[in-house]
């Protein structure tokens, strides 16, 4: 059964920076691609960044030079640098693989972003 635990959000003035992390089990991690999602109030989930198996990295237009995905496969975890946050950018952040993500889903880290 494929697990998601992610951690380190919460809500920062706008140009400041969150860390986030999320922690995989119940699959060969090295092996997907993985990405990090966002919900805003309203909107459907986006891909904002994902990683490769192999560290190739890829990121939406609206975060592009803002935030950084990066992964370790002997540690199954992948983190999100978000840096310059921007005000309407709070929501729910959530890591899956990508850019097809699993059914399954962790709780999310609530509220995540600009306050």
């Known amino acids: 059964q494929v697990m998601l635990v992610e951690s380190g959000g919460g809500l920062v003035q706008p140009g400041g920076s969150l860390r986030l992390s999320c922690a995989a089990s119940?699959?060969?991690?090295?092996?997907?691609?993985m990405g990090w999602y966002r919900q805003r109030p309203g909107k459907e989930r986006e891909l904002v960044a994902r990683v490769t198996s192999a560290g190739i990295t890829n990121y939406a237009d609206a975060v592009k030079g803002r935030f950084t995905i990066s992964r370790d496969n002997a540690k199954n975890t992948v983190v999100l640098q978000m840096n310059s946050l921007k005000f309407g950018g709070t929501g729910v952040y959530s890591c899956?693989?990508?850019?097809?993500?699993?059914?399954?889903w962790g709780q999310g880290n609530q509220g995540t972003g600009p306050s």
């Open positions: 899956n693989t990508a850019p097809v993500p699993g059914k399954g």
């Open positions: 119940g699959m060969i991690f090295s092996s997907y691609t």
